[in-house]
């Protein structure tokens, strides 16, 4: 099993500090999500239906033609590998590992592709734009611009990246898309931290054949532990997907929550601009105390540097979880909750800064 991120009962005790008195910034999960309301015992009498809705929820929000609802993107990155016979994929790294674990252990030949540097959020406005501002093209992705479309057959990206928040051009995810489609190729994107900039997303054009988008409420909406994910891509990949993933894929009361967050459209509008003016604050407190992000999104700061185990292990002592990343050496910082959370992380990091 790989490592993630969120494994506080790990840190508790290893550190000796009760569960209830940590500060949980390893995981990039909106720290204040969608209030999930009290539900009707009929959710958990039944089996779950497909023809509830959800579908038509997930399409709206998503902008979407067709949409798959899975037990989590993490379902989709392990099963979508098996639709395939073994081809060369390139995944862009340091990224998030289970896309690669995955397409390996089914038999592909993976490619790391070096990722480039992430962009240095400067305020909410640098944050929001970070996707049309987006970094130049990879240079081992950029074969692809010169009409070299036989270098991958698969190319997995992740945007904006976990945990560099690299981001790329939309027009240029399309022309990527276009020339390994035009052979039977995939690209596929990861966008389960795209939430709270809808309009960098590729999902409306996730109906064309070769591209396929992984969603997630895990993230934006705060639900990691409903374990709900989409899969958007053209109906005849969705098809088979389906039929590799059997029945009752997602449980009833987790399709009756995601239909309701889907739908509430004035939490979402509220959501985005709060999580954008935090990610801001964070980097700014990070900067103040001579940790300057290289990158990150609406949910998460990162920072590289050669004092990241160093400083990981300052704040775990002070019941304060970031998530360690060895190459490059990194940390990733999540956002805080509440004004006492801020004011406890702020205190900390002026105890152990340089």
Known sequence: MLEHGGRLRRAAVEYGIPLAEWLDLSTGINPNGWPVPTLPPLVWQRLPEDDDGLSEAACAYYGARHALAVAGSQAAIQALPLLRAPCRVGVV??????????????????????????LHPQGARRIRKAAEAATTP??????????????????????????????????????????LAARG???????????????????????????????????????????????????ALLERLHDLLGPWALNGPARHIATLT?????????????????????????AHHGLPP????????????????????????????????????????????????????????????P
């Open 93 to 118: 790294a340091p990224g998030y590992a289970e896309h690669a674990h995955a397409w390996a252990k089914a038999g592909h030949e993976v490619v790391d592709i070096p990722a480039g540097a992430g």
């Open 138 to 179: 990879l240079p081992a992705i950029a074969a692809l611009d010169r009409g070299q479309a036989r270098s991958y057959d698969v190319l997995v990206l992740i945007h904006p990246n976990n945990p560099t928040g690299q981001t790329y051009a939309p027009a240029t995810l399309l022309a990527w898309h276009e020339r």
């Open 185 to 235: 190729g995939w690209l596929v994107i990861d966008e389960a931290f795209m939430d709270a900039t809808p309009e960098f997303s590729l999902a409306a054009h996730a109906h064309l054949p070769g591209l396929i988008v992984l969603r997630s409420l895990g993230k934006f909406f705060g639900l990691a532990g409903a374990r709900v994910g989409f899969v958007l891509a053209e109906a």
């Open 262 to 286: 889907l739908r509430d459209t004035a939490w979402q509008d509220a959501a985005r601009p709060k999580l954008i003016a935090a990610a801001a604050r964070l980097a700014d407190v990070l």
């Open 294 to 353: 290289s990158g990150g999104s609406a949910l998460f700061q990162r920072v590289e540097t050669p004092r990241a185990n160093e400083i990981h292990a300052a704040l775990a002592r002070r019941g304060i979880l970031t998530r360690l990343f060895e190459h490059p050496a990194s940390l990733r910082f999540g956002l805080p909750g509440t004004a006492s959370e801020w004011a406890r992380l702020d205190a900390a990091l002026a105890k152990i800064s």
